[in-house]
């Protein structure tokens, strides 16, 4: 799909959003097969062939649109599966017995603010770090707080409206 990428910012340039997002999609043996187009062709394309691939995307702008479409439906689904996973793995750790289970997204978040502290520390004295390493730092600490917080957010949540519902005062 990599190689894709310079075909789809020229198509996007030329203002071929569908036919762009159907590559990305299905690739672009896929659209060449179904709007007879040679999309190689896009790049310093002169007024007529642009007409063409004008005229080209409006005929087959059904198919392409159902191709993105589909895209979406398939990213929605996979990121709703992935936070069901995630949602399920913490209420099996909660109901383990392991008290390390109970307690690794605290003690996580403890540890790296702890680490957040050694490093302004740090910092404070002169001692600094590479980029990536602080780049690879932040990514982590945001993913940890956005988890944690998040998550127990929505826990609660969960279980505040499951109450709710089995005492009657849900609709």
């Not at 672009?28 to 062709?41: A, F, N, Q, S």
């Not at 790049?43 to 589909?70: C, R």
């Not at 008290?99 to 790296?112: A, E, G, H, Q, V």
């Amino acid at each position: 799909m990599a190689a894709a990428a310079p075909l789809v910012k020229d198509l996007i340039a030329a203002g071929f959003s569908a036919i762009a997002g159907a590559v990305t999609t299905k690739g672009k043996e896929w659209v060449e097969d179904k709007t007879g187009l040679k999309l190689d062709e896009i790049k310093g394309a002169n007024s007529d062939k642009l007409l063409e691939f004008k005229q080209a995307e409006m005929i087959h702008e059904e198919i392409l649109l159902a191709a993105a479409v589909k895209r979406d439906e398939i990213m929605a689904h996979l990121e709703e599966h992935a936070s069901t996973q995630v949602t399920e793995r913490w209420k099996a750790d909660m109901g383990s017995d392991s008290w390390l289970s109970k307690n690794i997204r605290p003690m996580t978040l403890i540890f790296f603010l702890a680490l957040l502290l050694l490093i302004l520390i740090s910092d404070s004295v002169g001692k600094t770090f590479q980029s990536n390493v602080l780049n690879v730092f932040e990514g982590a600490f945001q993913i940890i707080l956005a988890a944690y917080f998040a998550g127990r957010t929505i826990e609660k949540a969960v279980s505040l409206w499951k109450n709710g519902k089995s005492r009657g005062n849900g609709k």
